[in-house]
């Protein structure tokens, strides 16, 4: 794998701060909408050759013991942490009626530097209490699912910038820009 067939997908640009110009990069905005509709806009373009990896880089909470701010993990495993229609039935995280989709996705790329293969815990809202997953954030099971979907390999790799607690906002702010030079020294240059 090298750079010429990897695309990166991240939520917003401050968590790259413009420092990924020689990489084919798209910005999806916040949340499982905006991931999906960017994802899929992107893989099915004609304009562009479909990617051999998507790779997902952006920032995240986590309550996990073995996670600390500061750290960049890999998440191999999503689940979306705020379905919930148990009240029908169905399992927390489930999405109703779908019978190929499994609650938790796998990611199926061979390429992963670190090796903790976290659970990541996707949905809409910004984490300040206990929750689901190792790891939180608002975009990559929707990522993920969309890759599954087209077949095209997919990881994330997400730098922690709070404990997902009620100082999870001023954390998030503090911290945002400090991810990556971790990602680029611990995972593109893997790629190069």
Do not use: P
């Given at each position: 794998?090298?750079?010429?067939?990897?695309?990166?997908?991240?939520?917003?640009?401050?968590?790259?701060?413009?420092?990924?110009?020689?990489?084919?990069?798209?910005?999806?905005?916040?949340?499982?909408?905006?991931?999906?509709?960017?994802?899929?806009?992107?893989l099915t373009d004609y304009n562009f050759v479909k990617p051999g990896l998507v790779v997902n880089y952006g920032t995240a909470g986590s309550q996990h013991y073995e996670y600390s701010k500061g750290d960049l993990v890999d998440c191999t495993r999503f689940v979306q942490r705020d379905m919930d229609v148990s009240g029908l039935g169905f399992k927390i995280g489930q999405t109703p009626f779908?019978?190929?989709i499994p609650i938790i996705l796998q990611s199926d790329s061979d390429f992963n530097p670190i090796?903790?293969?976290?659970?990541c815990g996707s949905g809409d809202s910004f984490v300040q209490e206990k929750t689901m997953g190792d790891v939180v954030d608002m975009e990559a099971y929707?990522?993920?699912?969309?890759?599954?979907?087209y077949d095209v390999p997919f990881i994330?790799?997400?730098?922690?910038?709070?404990?997902?607690?009620?100082?999870?906002?001023?954390?998030?702010?503090?911290?945002?820009?400090?991810?990556?030079?971790?990602?680029?020294?611990k995972v593109l240059e893997e790629l190069n």
């Open positions: 794998m090298n750079k010429s067939n990897v695309l990166i997908v991240c939520a917003l640009e401050v968590e790259t701060q413009h420092q990924l110009d020689d990489w084919e990069v798209i910005y999806t905005g916040v949340g499982k909408v905006n991931a999906t509709m960017n994802m899929v806009d992107r779908e019978e190929h090796g903790k293969n976290a659970l929707a990522l993920a699912k969309v890759c599954k979907l994330s790799f997400k730098y922690i910038t709070d404990d997902a607690d009620g100082d999870a906002g001023s954390d998030w702010q503090e911290n945002v820009e400090k991810g990556i030079e971790v990602f680029k020294q």
